[in-house]
C-alpha cells in the first residue's frame, strides 16, 4: 500500500495517520472504502478509495495525490481495522455516482465511434459519388457544346467567311456564352478573342486559321481518350487541374535563368507570364499569376537573376507550364546560352507538334540585331536580308538602343503574330528589360 505514496514523505505521512484513533468512522462496502479523519480543523476529512481500480478521493487540502488520508486509510484497512458497512455515506455514495456516470459516458462514447466512423464513410463515399455525378454531368455538357461549336464552324465554312466582318465582334457573342453554359471556358475564351482578327488586312487567312484550331481542338476532345495529348486537350477546354495536384506531381530542379515577363489583361485580370530556361535541362518553363486590374502581382521572379528552384509542371504533352515547387536561391543569372534562329524555329516547330494551340514559348536567339524589313522590324543577323519577324511594328527602340548595330543574345516569347522581345545584356553582363 505505501508504494501508492506519491513519495517518501507521503509515505511516512501516510503511517501517521493509520491508527483506528485517527478515524472516528469508517467503513467497507461495495469495494470502496471510506472514513472521516480528524485534521487540525473542527470538520475531520472525508477520504475514499475505490478498491477495483484503485481511484482516491479525499477533501484535505493536498495538491499531492493520493494524499497522506488516502493511503493511510488503505493501511489501516489491509490491517484489519476498517469494519464492513451496511452501505456507503452520502458523500462517498456522490462521488461513486459521479465515477459511474463518467465511466457510462466514455462507454457510450466508445460505442458510438464506429458509428460515426461508418457515417462519415458513407458521408465521403456520397460525396465522391456526388462529386463523379458533376463530373459525368460536366463532361456531357462540353461534349454537347463542342458538338455544336464543330456544327457552327462547318456551317461558317459551308456560308463563306465574306459577311463576317459586317457582323462584327457580336458575330461569335452568342456562341461563346453557349460554350461557357457548357462548362468549357478555354473554349469560349478562345471564341471571345477572335474579334480581334478582324482588325488586319488578312483577316481572312488569319480568321481560317482560328476556326481550324477550333475545329481541331473539338475533334480531338470527341477521339483523345487518354494519354499526355489528352491532358493537353482537356487543359485547352477548360478542366482545371489544381495547384495541388501539380505539386504532387515530379519536380524538377536546375538553375532557371528569368529570360522575362510580359503582362496582358484576360478576363478582367491581369496575366502575368514568367519565362524561364533551365541551365542543365535546357527545358522552358512557364509561370503564371493572375491578380485583379490594380491589385499587385507576382514579382518574386527577377528578370536576368537565375533561379535554384525545383519546378512541377503541368500534365500534358508538352509540358511548360509550372509551379514553383521549392526555391533554393537566387543569384544575378548574366547571359544565358542563345541559339541560331534556324535551331530556334526548330525548337517552336517541336513545341507546336506536341500542342498545336500553342499560342506562345520562349527563345532566346544569339548574334542578332534589329532590321528593317519593309514595314515590319525583324531579328536577324548581321548581313543578311532575312530574319524574324517582331510582334509590333514601331520601332524596337530600347533593342535599337542596346545593339547599336552590334548583335546581341536576345531572350524573346514567340507567338503566332511575330516574337516579342523580352530581354538582353549590355557589355557589362547588365540585363537591360525590353
Known amino acids: 500500500m505505501l508504494e501508492l505514496a506519491p513519495d517518501a514523505p507521503s509515505r511516512k505521512a501516510a503511517q501517521g495517520v493509520a491508527a483506528p484513533g485517527k478515524w472516528p468512522a469508517s467503513g467497507v462496502a461495495s469495494e470502496v472504502v471510506w472514513g472521516e479523519c480528524k485534521g487540525s480543523g473542527a470538520t475531520p476529512y472525508r477520504a475514499c478509495v475505490d478498491l477495483s481500480e484503485p481511484a482516491f478521493k479525499c477533501s484535505c487540502p493536498s495538491r499531492k495525490f493520493p494524499c497522506k488520508h488516502a493511503v493511510g486509510l488503505l493501511l489501516l484497512w489491509s490491517a484489519g481495522g476498517v ?47 456526388q462529386a463523379d455525378a458533376r463530373a459525368a454531368q460536366r463532361e456531357r455538357r462540353v461534349t454537347a457544346g463542342l458538338s455544336e461549336l464543330e456544327r457552327w464552324l462547318t456551317d461558317q465554312i459551308r456560308q463563306g467567311m465574306a459577311g463576317t466582318r459586317t457582323s462584327g465582334f457580336g458575330h461569335w457573342d452568342d456562341l461563346a456564352k453557349r460554350l461557357v453554359d457548357a462548362q468549357a471556358p478555354g473554349v469560349a475564351s478562345a471564341v471571345g478573342r477572335l474579334g480581334p482578327v478582324l482588325s488586319g488586312d488578312d483577316w481572312p487567312g488569319r480568321l481560317l486559321e482560328e476556326y481550324a484550331l477550333l475545329h481541331l481542338l473539338a475533334v480531338a476532345h470527341r477521339r483523345e481518350q487518354g494519354g499526355d495529348l489528352g491532358q493537353t486537350v482537356r487543359s485547352r477546354v477548360g478542366f482545371p487541374v489544381s495547384r495541388e495536384e501539380v505539386l504532387a506531381g515530379p519536380a524538377v530542379r536546375d538553375e532557371w535563368h528569368v529570360l522575362g515577363r510580359r503582362d496582358t489583361e484576360q478576363d478582367r485580370l491581369i496575366a502575368r507570364r514568367v519565362w524561364l530556361r533551365g541551365r542543365a535541362t535546357g527545358r522552358s518553363a512557364l509561370v503564371l499569376s493572375f491578380a485583379p486590374i490594380g491589385q499587385p502581382l507576382d514579382a518574386s521572379l527577377l528578370t536576368g537573376s537565375a533561379v535554384d528552384a525545383d519546378l512541377a509542371f503541368y500534365p500534358g504533352s508538352g509540358p511548360l507550364r509550372a509551379q514553383v515547387a521549392e526555391r533554393h536561391s537566387m543569384r544575378n543569372g548574366g547571359e544565358p546560352p542563345g541559339v541560331s534562329i534556324s535551331a530556334a524555329l526548330s525548337e517552336v516547330a517541336g513545341a507546336l507538334a506536341a500542342d498545336p494551340w500553342l499560342d506562345s514559348w520562349p527563345v532566346v536567339l544569339a548574334g542578332v540585331v534589329p532590321l528593317r524589313g519593309g514595314e515590319r522590324w525583324l531579328l536577324g543577323h548581321p548581313g543578311q536580308a532575312e530574319g524574324w519577324s517582331l510582334a509590333a511594328q514601331r520601332p524596337p527602340w530600347r533593342l535599337i538602343a542596346a545593339s547599336g548595330g552590334h548583335p546581341l543574345t536576345v531572350a524573346a516569347e514567340w507567338t503566332p503574330r511575330g516574337l516579342v522581345p523580352l530581354s538582353t545584356h549590355d557589355e557589362e553582363g547588365q540585363v537591360i528589360v525590353l
Open 83 to 129: 469494519p464492513e458497512a451496511a452501505g456507503l455515506p452520502p458523500w462517498a455514495a456522490e462521488w461513486m455516482a459521479q465515477r459511474q456516470d463518467r465511466a457510462d459516458r466514455r462507454a457510450a462514447a466508445v460505442a458510438a465511434k464506429p458509428t460515426a466512423e461508418a457515417s462519415d464513410a458513407e458521408d465521403h463515399a456520397r460525396g465522391r459519388e
